[in-house]
């Protein structure tokens, strides 16, 4: 036994995926049609998809933000569980990959649930903050360009309500966060926001080792 995160084997991956996902089949077919694409490995891991419809239900989410929509997938499975009023506002700047998700929004039935904006997140979710709705979200999703994730968490902080919550993908870059070689642009910022994170008061935290890391942050 071990009081450490476990280390997930393939094989013991596979397992875990075996006794615990319940993915819809509508996830799956766009897991499938994500996957001859030479960028797949960017769609969000399907465990991480049901962790995420849990939280949102857990809290009761309405409102929500998403920050890097890709073919859709982690939009489609918040948006099925969100009641039938809820809504996402999801940003991108690709139109080839949000017209997969679009379709796979529009199969699933929440299409009217989520509001695809084409346009750089920073600019959205300013508009957004312009417009007066600071402090009326309940969840925000950031996966878009690492390079800019302290300026999205600083976006989605203030459109949160307290209580809600913000989690942030990708916070261990497949191990890169540790390694003294990798010295990219990417990998750098996220080094800088996982500690600019756990300095922040203003929330409480969890990294969770699912996938590539996922923090938690919930506005106090
Ligand atoms: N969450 C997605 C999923 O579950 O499949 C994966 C998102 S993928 C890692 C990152 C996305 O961020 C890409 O679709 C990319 O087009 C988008 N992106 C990159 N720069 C952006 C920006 N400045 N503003 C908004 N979206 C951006
Ligand atoms: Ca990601």
């Not at 030479?38 to 998809?49: L, S």
């Not at 994170?197 to 590539?212: F, G, N, Q, T, Y």
Request: aromatic share 8%; proline share 3%; with cysteine.
């Amino acid at each position: 036994m071990s009081n450490k995160s476990i280390n997930l084997t393939e094989q013991l991956h596979a397992y875990l995926l075996y006794v615990s996902l319940r993915e819809p089949d509508i996830l799956k077919a766009l897991r499938g049609e994500t996957s001859s694409l030479p960028t797949a490995n960017m769609q969000i891991a399907p465990e991480q998809g049901q962790l995420m419809a849990l939280l949102v239900q857990l809290i009761g989410a309405r409102k929500t933000i998403e920050v890097g929509v890709y073919t859709g997938y982690s939009a489609l499975a918040v948006a099925m569980a969100l009641p039938d009023n809820g809504q996402i506002i999801a940003c991108d700047i690709s139109e080839e990959y949000t017209s997969v998700a679009r379709r796979y929004w529009l199969e699933a039935g929440v299409s009217q649930k989520i509001d695809l904006h084409l346009a750089p997140a920073t600019e959205t979710l300013g508009r957004l903050i312009d417009d007066g709705l600071a402090s009326t979200f309940d969840f925000a999703f950031i996966d878009a360009d690492k390079e800019n994730y302290k300026a999205y968490f600083e976006c989605c902080f203030q459109l949160i309500r307290s209580g809600g919550l913000i989690a942030v993908d990708n916070v261990l870059w497949d191990g890169a966060v540790i390694d003294a070689q990798k010295q990219d642009v990417d990998t750098q910022a996220i080094r800088a926001f996982n500690e600019y994170l756990l300095a922040d008061s203003r929330v409480d935290i969890s990294m969770v080792p699912i996938a590539d890391g996922l923090t938690l942050a919930r506005k106090k």
